[in-house]
């Protein structure tokens, strides 16, 4: 390739600088660097495994926060044993769940709204009726012909907006496209880069356009909502939802490098979306202004949220074998599309956006009633089969 990939290859934001941090921690906060470290020790251990990073990321050396909330927050680490513990590995559908093609053929199956596929390389070989692109070659004259553009594209695998692009038009006689965040890159070089950096596949679909109640907020990109849901007593149910705010100059809705996205928790009842923290930030400072546009947040409440809901407690259900599950939900002009779903949610976002624990006294009693009854339907599986 002549040119960096058109997309990110990773996920954006580093870590904090820790030894650094602390001093002011002391100076500001009145909390000594001695007492700083024996509390990321008393976190660190079992079940809690918190980092030193996420110790200041949470902003956990506020003097107002008792250990026990700060034994609240979930770690990365936690989390996902956590997650294991509501969906455990052997039971999961994830050659289903966690790849993009396979999980629109069931969902979509199933008659929820779910994007289009247009097209698709599989390094495999053609999978039922999509559209097959076998090489390089061939995404690059599927691009160029006529109806192909706009469009989006994503690995077939991928989380953290890694790799996902708008094509949103082709130039130069088919040898250049012209990317969603106003910047161009051959052809060529987009189908190459595609088959050098996503060996397990990519696929096309359609543009979502935003509600033109939230487009003003997302700039270049489609923000999109996401849905934890439990498996209680009656089914799914939601547990938290929020709203990902994409990046200035983005086109995706995570973090570009120099442009931090947002995460802002909403209100399920109303759609008021309540409080939202940069991704790359600690949890001092709450967000109030879109990152993509700059307009004020405040008062902000989400459309059709009860469509969207639904939705994702509908796919849920699809999948009786998983006690937690994440839906991205693009809240569409022409209504609630689900966009994707993820197996093992990571709740770094709703700590982050509220400010608030996973473990808090709403969450934990129906969390831990979640795991009781994955339990009980795994016994029975067990003893059925």
Same mark, same amino acid.
């Given at each position: 390739?002549?040119?960096?990939?058109?997309?990110?290859?990773?996920?954006?934001?580093?870590?904090?600088?820790?030894?650094? &941090?602390?001093?002011? @921690?002391?100076?500001?906060?009145?909390?000594?660097?001695?007492?700083?470290?024996?509390?990321?020790?008393?976190?660190?251990?079992?079940?809690?495994?918190?980092?030193?990073?996420?110790?200041?990321?949470?902003?956990?050396?506020?003097?107002?926060?008792?250990?026990?909330?700060?034994?609240?927050?979930?770690?990365?680490?936690?989390?996902?044993?956590?997650?294991?513990?509501?969906?455990?590995?052997?039971?999961?559908?994830?050659?289903?769940?966690?790849?993009?093609?396979?999980?629109?053929?069931?969902?979509?199956?199933?008659?929820?709204?779910?994007?289009?596929?247009?097209?698709?390389?599989?390094?495999?070989?053609?999978?039922?009726?999509?559209?097959?692109?076998?090489?390089?070659?061939?995404?690059?004259?599927?691009?160029?012909?006529?109806?192909?553009?706009?469009?989006?594209?994503?690995?077939?695998?991928?989380?953290?907006?890694?790799?996902?692009?708008?094509?949103?038009?082709?130039?130069?006689?088919?040898?250049?496209?012209?990317?969603?965040?106003?910047?161009? &890159?051959?052809?060529?070089?987009?189908?190459?880069?595609?088959?050098?950096?996503?060996?397990?596949?990519?696929?096309?679909?359609?543009?979502?356009?935003?509600?033109?109640?939230?487009?003003?907020?997302?700039?270049?990109?489609?923000?999109?909502?996401?849905? @934890?849901?439990?498996?209680?007593?009656?089914?799914?149910?939601?547990?938290?939802?929020?709203?990902?705010?994409?990046?200035?100059?983005?086109?995706?809705?995570?973090?570009?490098?120099?442009?931090?996205?947002?995460?802002?928790?909403?209100?399920?009842?109303?759609?008021?979306?309540?409080?939202?923290?940069?991704?790359?930030?600690?949890?001092?400072?709450?967000?109030?202004?879109?990152?993509?546009?700059?307009?004020?947040?405040?008062?902000?409440?989400?459309?059709?949220?009860?469509?969207?809901?639904?939705?994702?407690?509908?796919?849920?259900?699809?999948?009786?074998?998983?006690? &937690?599950?994440?839906?991205?939900?693009?809240?569409?002009?022409?209504?609630?599309?689900?966009?994707?779903?993820?197996?093992?949610?990571?709740?770094? &976002?709703?700590?982050?956006?509220?400010?608030?624990?996973?473990?808090?006294?709403?969450?934990?009693?129906?969390?831990?009633?979640?795991?009781?009854?994955?339990?009980?339907?795994?016994?029975?599986?067990?003893?059925?089969?």
């Amino acid at each position: 390739m002549t040119q960096a990939p058109p997309f990110k290859l990773a996920p954006v934001g580093g870590k904090f600088d820790v030894a650094r &941090i602390m001093p002011w @921690v002391a100076r500001n906060y009145g909390v000594s660097q001695t007492r700083q470290l024996a509390e990321m020790a008393r976190l660190a251990i079992p079940p809690y495994r918190m980092t030193p990073d996420e110790y200041v990321r949470y902003a956990l050396f506020r003097p107002d926060l008792t250990m026990e909330d700060k034994r609240r927050f979930v770690s990365e680490r936690a989390g996902v044993a956590l997650n294991i513990r509501l969906s455990p590995p052997q039971a999961r559908m994830s050659a289903i769940a966690a790849f993009k093609h396979r999980s629109r053929w069931y969902i979509g199956g199933a008659g929820l709204p779910m994007p289009e596929i247009r097209a698709i390389f599989l390094p495999e070989g053609p999978a039922g009726n999509l559209h097959h692109l076998p090489d390089a070659a061939a995404i690059a004259d599927w691009l160029r012909s006529e109806g192909a553009v706009p469009c989006f594209g994503k690995p077939v695998d991928g989380t953290y907006s890694i790799g996902g692009a708008a094509i949103v038009g082709v130039e130069d006689a088919g040898k250049t496209l012209r990317l969603g965040n106003d910047t161009t &890159i051959g052809t060529e070089e987009f189908a190459a880069s595609v088959i050098t950096n996503f060996r397990s596949g990519y696929l096309f679909q359609p543009i979502l356009r935003m509600h033109p109640v939230l487009a003003p907020y997302c700039g270049t990109a489609a923000g999109s909502m996401r849905v @934890v849901t439990l498996w209680g007593a009656g089914g799914p149910e939601v547990l938290y939802t929020g709203f990902k705010l994409p990046p200035q100059g983005g086109m995706v809705d995570g973090p570009t490098r120099g442009h931090p996205s947002a995460f802002g928790v909403v209100d399920p009842s109303s759609g008021l979306l309540v409080r939202s923290q940069y991704n790359n930030r600690m949890n001092l400072e709450a967000v109030t202004h879109a990152p993509a546009t700059g307009l004020p947040l405040e008062g902000l409440v989400l459309p059709d949220m009860a469509a969207a809901l639904a939705l994702a407690c509908a796919a849920h259900r699809l999948f009786p074998t998983h006690g &937690i599950f994440g839906a991205d939900v693009i809240l569409t002009d022409t209504g609630p599309v689900l966009n994707e779903m993820n197996i093992s949610p990571t709740h770094s &976002i709703y700590q982050r956006g509220a400010d608030r624990a996973l473990m808090n006294p709403d969450f934990a009693p129906r969390l831990q009633e979640a795991e009781r009854l994955v339990a009980e339907r795994l016994a029975a599986r067990r003893r059925v089969y």
